[in-house]
């Protein structure tokens, strides 16, 4: 089973500042890396796909990088519907799996 | 627009079984995969299980595996997730969601239901 580590388990940031979290896996993933915003009380939304690819609707404030077992996501200019709790989850080997989550918090 | 609604959770004494549905619009439900995903109070996602467009292929995680069954009916356009010797690890809430790409599997998840609680307390 692939494993996902997310870092750091909580982030606190400023609105109108630069978030950057983290992803790394067990192993190589490729780019089968999604990652997914989840407030609370509601299901996830993805953001990212393909570990660059920004869904239908999402802003362009949000960015994928990385590959193989790096990944970052990347939100520019945090607004105050952002703050949420952000999950990766890779797709290339069965089980799918994700990581334990980033809460993104008001500082 | 796609639209997943969950419903058959509530509180299950251990040991004992429980069916959830998922009934899907805004699609064409047999030309896309199908997952079952969960989350127990305050934790993370877990995957639970996956079934093909056309019913040919089953997955399940390893905690479920023997235990739950993922089935379809695509002439209602309904997931199914059957629930057997439910333990009170299995308490979450358990979300149905549509793969990302037609006649294929194992792709990221763009749509989710609402989900719903699944409870196993004696």
């Known amino acids: 089973e692939v494993v996902m580590t997310q870092s750091p388990v909580t982030l606190s940031v400023s609105p109108g500042e630069r978030a950057t979290l983290s992803c790394r896996a067990s192993?190589?993933?490729?780019?089968?890396l999604a990652w997914y915003q989840q407030k609370p009380g509601q299901a996830p939304r993805l953001l990212i796909y393909?570990?660059?690819t920004r869904a239908t609707g999402i802003p362009a404030r949000f960015s994928g990088s990385g590959s193989g077992t790096e990944f970052t996501l990347t939100i520019s200019s945090l607004q105050s519907e952002d703050f949420a709790v952000y999950y990766c989850q890779q797709y290339n080997n069965w089980p799918l799996t994700f990581g334990g989550g980033t809460k993104v918090e008001i500082k | 627009q796609v639209q997943l609604v969950e419903s058959g959770g509530g509180v299950v004494q251990p040991g004992r079984s429980l069916r959830l549905s998922c009934a899907a619009s805004g699609f064409t439900f047999n030309r896309y995969a199908m997952y079952w995903v969960r989350q127990a109070p305050g934790k993370g996602l877990e995957w639970v299980a996956v079934?093909?467009?056309?019913?040919?292929?089953?997955k399940y995680a390893d905690s479920v595996e023997g235990r739950f069954t993922i089935s379809r009916d695509d002439s209602k356009n309904t997931l199914y997730l059957q629930m057997n010797s439910l333990r009170a690890d299995d308490t979450a809430v358990y979300y149905c969601a549509r793969d990302q790409r037609e006649y294929s599997y194992g792709y990221p998840l763009p749509y989710w239901g609402q989900g719903t609680l699944v409870t196993v307390s004696s």
């Open positions: 192993q190589s993933v490729g780019t089968n």
């Open positions: 079934i093909s467009y056309d019913g040919s292929v089953k």
């Open positions: 393909s570990a660059s």
